[in-house]
């Protein structure tokens, strides 16, 4: 073991090394723990959605570049980073919160004790959540664009594999959902003795958060790409060059952001 330690050294001065462990661990047993927060795992929540970032942006990264032949979008020159980041951080700490707030109003109302402690167990634990699911996102997200760039947008509701795909993805995402944050929130919660009944107003307040985090007040989705960029791209993938030339001519960077122009007036 000993002559393996300055490899594993190296490997824990990475700072997605650790992530990674600490998310392995999260999907293995994603129960909320009891413990004060200075012992607690989720005290490493906030780190780790920052670290969900860098670790999703290099993932991406190293797949675009890795696989030319196969990826022909570059997602990281499309995206404005500053802000991704503003709305990702806005909306994940603004879901965090209104769930964290409306279980503790509920917790108040059943008489469980520490409901400060119960609100920031209940934040940090929808964080974490956050933290798990945005590589995910992204690489489900990376492969979608691809997909168009490849093969134009009505492949979704034509091509059988994707729609089967589109199906798995589905049913993983909901699974990830129930399995790391519904259920977990539920055994934390115990509003009801029934699991049924306790899972059901679990599910409720979730969607509620969700709902709530559409009404934020942040209109920077024409500042999320970078347009001129996205029609650069666009213009030169294999679904326009697979047009005839006339057709080709018409597809341009001058028209592509004609549509962003129509999109804005429209709104």
Known sequence: MSKFLPIKIALEKIPSYEYINRLILYLRSPKIGTESIDNNPLRFAIADMILSLIFAGALIT???????????VNLIKIINPFYVTLAYFTYAFCFSSATALILSIIAKFFKKNSVADFFSLSFLHCVRFYAFITPVTGLIFLYGINEIFKKGAEFYFTDVTIIVIGWVLLILMIYLLFRL????????????????????ITIVIVMLAFELNTIIPLNISALLIDRKEFCIQISNSPFVKSFCKEAQDKITVDSCMNIFKYIDEKR
């Open 62 to 72: 190293m797949i675009t570049y890795s696989f030319p032949n196969s990826i022909h």
């Open 181 to 200: 944050l519904i259920n977990p929130l539920s055994a934390f919660c115990k509003f009801h003795k029934k699991k049924f009944a306790a899972h059901f």
